[in-house]
T-cell receptor, first 107, second 120 residues
Framework: GEDVEQSLFLSVREGDSSVINCTYT??????LYWYKQEPGAGLQLLTY?????DMKQDQRLTVLLNKKDKHLSLRIADTQTGDSAIYFC???????FGQGTELSVKP | GAVVSQHPSRVICKSGTSVKIECRSLDFQATTMFWYRQFPKQSLMLMATSNEGSKATYEQGVEKDKFLINHASLTLSTLTVTSAHPEDSSFYIC????????????????FGEGSRLTVL
């Protein structure tokens, strides 16, 4: 079945760039998503990318998609302490989620 | 942007009682909504797909008699945890997909804020 994998933790210093990686298995996915979850809260859609795109930029966020390797990444430029959260990538119509990457931003 | 509202955000109940959680799409009609469950420090697990006007489609391993889903209108889906037990304590999250309109909405999935259920 479909599977989505992420690394569990990432720690960066404030002002640095963060790169969160994700690999997926379902090559038929039309959309791939990035969500942010703050403690005790629901999910916030950060951005998404169509499968026919290689890159999408939205302010501080850059999504890169390598369809050949089934690899998705989220780059957060100038990471702030408010970016500390768990980030989930997800694929497909029903959304299969990765385990989530906990981003910790140190001042 | 589109908003999906869940209610209640927190609920505590006694073992054996039933609890209903509502999921509403506030500014769009959603023919399909999804219900997820999230255990602490873990990812979201899709429980079922809620289809307006028809039966929900449950994922493997999810008891449909335990987790009753009703999608009675294009803006409301409900999840009822029947005869709740402590092991049902979890964070339940719904999502709704915007329709394709070629304009404002392009089939994105938006999530509610989640409902934390604690069964004593």
């Amino acid at each position: 079945g479909e599977d989505v994998e992420q690394s569990l933790f990432l720690s960066v210093r404030e002002g640095d760039s963060s790169v969160i990686n994700c690999t997926y298995t379902d090559s038929s996915s039309t959309y791939l998503y990035w969500y942010k979850q703050e403690p005790g809260a629901g999910l916030q859609l950060l951005t998404y990318i169509f499968s026919n795109m290689d890159m999408k930029q939205d302010q501080r966020l850059t999504v890169l998609l390598n369809k050949k390797d089934k690899h998705l990444s989220l780059r957060i430029a100038d990471t702030q302490t408010g970016d500390s959260a768990i980030y989930f990538c997800a694929e497909g119509g029903k959304l299969i989620f990765g385990q989530g990457t906990e981003l910790s931003v140190k001042p | 942007g589109a908003v999906v509202s869940q209610h209640p955000s927190r609920v505590i109940c006694k073992s054996g009682t039933s609890v209903k959680i509502e999921c509403r799409s506030l500014d769009f009609q959603a023919t399909t909504m999804f219900w997820y469950r999230q255990f602490p420090k873990q990812s979201l697990m899709l429980m079922a797909t809620s289809n307006e006007g028809s039966k929900a489609t449950y994922e493997q391993g999810v008891e449909k008699d335990k987790f009753l889903i009703n999608h009675a209108s294009l803006t409301l889906s409900t999840l009822t945890v029947t005869s709740a037990h402590p092991e049902d304590s979890s964070f339940y999250i719904c999502s709704a997909r915007t329709p394709w309109t070629g304009g404002k909405h392009t089939g994105e999935l938006f999530f509610g804020e989640g409902s934390r259920l604690t069964v004593l």
